[in-house]
């Protein structure tokens, strides 16, 4: 059973920082996105097996870095944060170890999820 822990969500002013952490039961291509109250999941960033390759919505390029370690855990980090990034943010992960990441990645790429946190960005 393949279990994502995520933590590091909160309130923060705008232009504030935060950084996300999920914790993964094995090593896997991984992601982070994002859903909005009523809207639908979006794609935010992701990371490949060895860490060497990375994709970004254009959005947050420039302000977000994702990043992992060797023990199995990305991390999102978001600096200069704005109100339109308030979101329900997930971590997910691929068990398909060659996953090419890019910057139009949908859900369906990915299999296993995290619970969520929220991130709220007050103005």
């Known amino acids: 059973q393949v279990q994502l822990v995520e933590s590091g969500g909160g309130l923060v002013q705008a232009g504030g920082s935060l950084r996300l952490s999920c914790a993964a039961s094995g090593r896997f291509p991984m992601g982070w996105f994002r859903q909005p109250q009523g809207q639908e999941r979006e794609f935010v960033a992701s990371i490949s097996l060895s860490g060497g390759s990375t994709a970004y919505k254009d959005s947050v390029k420039g302000r977000f870095a994702i990043s992992r370690d060797n023990a199995n855990t990305a991390f999102l980090q978001m600096n200069n944060l704005k109100p339109e990034d308030t979101a329900i943010y997930y971590c997910?992960?691929?068990?398909?170890?060659?996953?090419?990441?890019?910057?139009?990645?949908?859900?369906?790429?990915?299999?296993?999820w995290g619970q969520g946190t929220q991130v709220t960005v007050s103005s």
């Open positions: 997910a992960a691929s068990r398909a170890p060659f996953m090419m990441v890019h910057s139009g990645a949908i859900p369906g790429e990915f299999h296993y």
